[in-house]
């Protein structure tokens, strides 16, 4: 069942979505405000963009060309219906196809900035859903981690910016990847669902071509405070107040 949701919590920007399927989560807002967007970007690519919280919520912060990506088909119909909504179709543009070598398609280093809210779990670590396109978004089925990463290396110039949101659990494994396609990583950012919980997401983001070192962390990101509602920085950034 399709329905129309404000994406952000002042009326900037709706988004299409489907309830029983997959909606769009906190994750994406949060890459969205936490990527660096280079000085000068004239395109950027968002690697499975599912129906496109992300580029609609860096035509906030950017005026550049936004492409993004998505295999799955029905989500990909529903970012179109989200971008025409908006009003977006002469900033953002959807491809309906499977981002491995999708660097073929577009070409290499032809972009300032990759961004990423991928599927975090490889197949068989989880019980699966019986619904074939939530495991699609949630585990590593069409594509694995690191065919993510070398797709952003190979889009990105020299200099390029990628972005990706994941699991702490995965964090080794995502700097070994970094580290191999020539992706050096440049900030970091831990994420905790509450004071007193474990971590159980990070951002990271990575230069192509940068030397070595100067890795900033960043100080935690609270989604809850003690009563259970969120705090202010995150309500800052979904209703999108955070001065850049």
């Known amino acids: 069942m399709e329905i129309v949701n404000e994406l952000l919590g002042r009326p900037l920007l709706k988004i299409y979505q489907d309830p029983e399927i997959f909606n769009f989560s906190l994750d994406s807002i949060l890459l969205a405000h936490f990527c660096t967007i280079p000085n000068k970007t004239k395109r950027i ?140 990583p440049k900030r970091l950012q831990f994420v905790y669902p509450k004071i007193n919980k474990p971590c159980n997401h990070i951002l990271i983001e990575a230069v192509k071509g940068a030397s070595p070192g100067s890795l900033k962390v960043l100080e935690p990101l609270y989604v809850y405070d003690e009563f259970d509602k969120w705090t202010d920085k995150i309500l800052k950034i979904y209703n999108y107040e955070v001065e850049e």
Do not use: W
Request: proline share 4%.
């Open 45 to 184: 690519i968002d690697l499975g963009t599912g129906n496109a919280p992300i580029p609609l919520y860096l035509t906030l912060r950017t005026k550049a060309k936004i492409i993004g990506i998505e295999i799955q088909k029905y989500s990909f119909n529903l970012a179109q219906k989200s971008v025409k909504i908006n009003n977006k179709e002469d900033q953002i543009e959807l491809i309906n196809c499977d981002l491995r070598n999708v660097s073929t398609k577009l070409g290499l280093g032809m972009a300032e900035l990759v961004v990423s809210n991928p599927p975090f779990y490889k197949v068989g670590s989880f019980k699966q859903n019986p619904d074939e396109r939530k495991n699609i978004a949630r585990h590593e089925i069409m594509c694995t981690l690191e065919d993510i990463i070398k797709e952003a290396s190979l889009l990105l110039n020299t200099r390029g910016v990628f972005t990706l949101i994941h699991r702490p659990e995965r964090l080794s494994e995502i700097i070994l990847l970094l580290n191999k396609y020539n992706l050096e």
